[in-house]
């Protein structure tokens, strides 16, 4: 089988800043990778870059045998941590502009997760809260069928209750054909739902492999090893 | 291309309704001082009214694009299965749509506030390959200028990544590159003074030097031949690498 995603030695520099030195990742299809660290370790950055809005200084991404454009954007969805919808969208215009520019995008799956999630189709961007928004991205993310789901912080900002729904809807809507990535911080929350997990440290792996075998081989749960790597 | 354009000018609508709107009240209120002013100074400040309007929609547009690479919404659009000649293209036909909408609004206002006979005599003694150059020059001057101004933000904002020094850079960049161009155009007048003149199609020599190749004198339209080449081939240079920046370098902060 193929590997949906696979990097070989990206690097990213900024002026005086490594933010990444060599990272390899490979994603096989139907597998949800964690990726995880903490601030500044240069998780968001990877994902900028296999989203095709960063271009590494060096090394080689590879999404579906091909290099990150206009095909490769086609076929990921990309969740970023920030308010990216334009503030004069009521919630149908955003899904609307989804529909509009991705042909995978499921209209009927969308209608149906926004019902799920508890959001009026006729609110403004706007007025919604930021657990609202996040719901909101997250339902447009998960409503295209994409090959690849690159999730930056799902969680973040959202309450307890929200977050086993958000949890809920992509467990729910991910199919055996996609993989997925996902950055948290909330390690604990969302652990359960990884098959393999990659820890990133300063711009580097430091720890990568099937989430169950880890837990196995050092006896602890991902959220465990997670403190003891970043202690 | 066409759902990006739809997508902006939805955007935007509020914009160019507001201008309109102000575009259309301020004449309607200088209308009511056609008997009181002077119909020079009544006709001025409606054309002052247009150039204003003009300038805040041109504006706009290029806050637009400056939001597209430095805020959030980037990410919206830079992530949309859509090419950077595409973006590109669908932002200056917008800009293109917008600023034809606001200059139809005012010259239907100014048609309002001039005396009809110096209105219908200013149109009858246009032939209509003055018509054609006009509306082509028109056109010409918004595509190419704002090409030309999204090239200077886009390669500020790929040489330098930071959201204020990538603003700053892009103007010292247009800064440079103005001169730089105008020099240029400049001299090529001077080395082939050689001119078409769109109104009657004929080929003319004349030694007039201007920074813009469009000139209007004497009831015709004369563009100098070398210059035009020359805007012709760095609009194009423009263009096309600023598509490429957008495919190949640009980074969102």
């Not at chain 1, 657990?131 to 339902?139: H, I, Q, V, Y």
């Not at chain 1, 990884?194 to 991902?222: M, P």
């Not at chain 2, 200028?145 to 930071?162: E, R």
Request: include cysteine; proline fraction near 2%; charged fraction near 20%.
């Amino acid at each position: 089988m193929n590997n949906l995603l696979k990097s070989e030695n990206i690097c990213k520099s900024y002026l005086n800043k490594k933010a990444l030195r060599g990272v390899n990742l490979d994603i096989m299809p139907g597998k949800i990778l964690g990726l995880l660290g903490p601030n500044g370790s240069g998780k968001t950055t990877f994902l900028k870059i296999a989203a095709g809005i960063l271009h590494a200084s060096s090394g080689q991404i590879l999404i579906d045998g091909e290099k990150p454009g206009v095909y490769t954007k086609s076929i990921v969805s990309y969740l970023p941590d920030n308010e990216y919808l334009l503030k004069w969208m009521k919630i149908k215009d955003a899904v609307r502009y989804f529909k509009d520019f991705y042909s995978d995008f499921n209209e009927k799956k969308a209608k149906e997760l926004l019902i799920f999630m508890n959001l009026d189709e006729n609110s403004t961007v706007k007025s919604l809260s930021k657990g609202m928004k996040e719901k909101l991205k997250l339902t447009l993310v998960l409503s295209r069928e994409a090959k690849l789901y690159i999730l930056d912080e799902p969680l973040g900002g959202v309450d307890p209750t929200a977050r086993e729904k958000i949890l809920d809807a992509i467990i729910n809507n991910f199919s055996e054909n996609s993989s997925m990535i996902i950055t948290t911080h909330l390690v604990n929350d969302i652990e359960r739902i990884f098959d393999d997990v990659a820890f990133i440290s300063d711009g580097e792996i430091v720890l990568q492999g099937n989430a169950e075998e880890l837990r196995i081989d050092k006896k602890k749960s991902i959220d465990e090893l997670y403190r003891e790597v970043f202690q | 291309m066409f759902k990006l354009i739809k997508y902006e000018l939805r955007s935007t609508g509020l914009t160019i309704l507001g201008i309109c709107i102000t575009v259309i009240v301020a004449n309607l209120l200088l209308m009511t001082k056609k008997g009181s002013w002077n119909i020079a100074a009544v006709t001025g400040l409606s054309i002052c009214l247009t150039i204003g309007a003009i300038i805040v929609i041109f504006i706009s547009s290029l806050k637009i694009m400056s939001k597209y690479l430095h805020g959030d919404e980037g990410y919206l659009l830079f992530t949309l299965p859509q090419s950077g000649t595409s973006i590109l293209a669908s932002r200056l036909l917008t800009a293109l749509i917008q600023t034809s909408i606001v200059v139809f609004v005012c010259i239907l206002m100014f048609n309002l506030i001039v005396p009809e006979e110096i209105y219908y005599s200013f149109l009858k003694a246009l032939t209509p390959s003055q018509i054609f150059a006009f509306i082509f020059g028109y056109i010409w001057s918004i595509i190419s200028s704002l090409t030309f101004i999204y090239f200077c933000m886009v390669i500020g904002k790929v040489a330098l990544k930071g959201k204020k020094l990538g603003k700053i850079g892009s103007f010292i960049i247009f800064i440079i590159l103005t001169v730089v161009i105008s020099w240029i155009t400049f001299k090529l007048e001077a080395l082939f003074p050689q001119t078409l003149n769109l109104g009657g199609s004929s080929i003319a020599n004349n030694f007039k030097t201007s920074n813009s190749s469009f000139q209007i004198f004497g009831g015709e339209f004369n563009i100098n031949i070398a210059s035009t080449i020359f805007d012709i081939i760095s609009f194009a240079g423009f263009f096309i690498t600023t598509s490429f920046l957008i495919d190949k370098k640009l980074d969102l902060s």
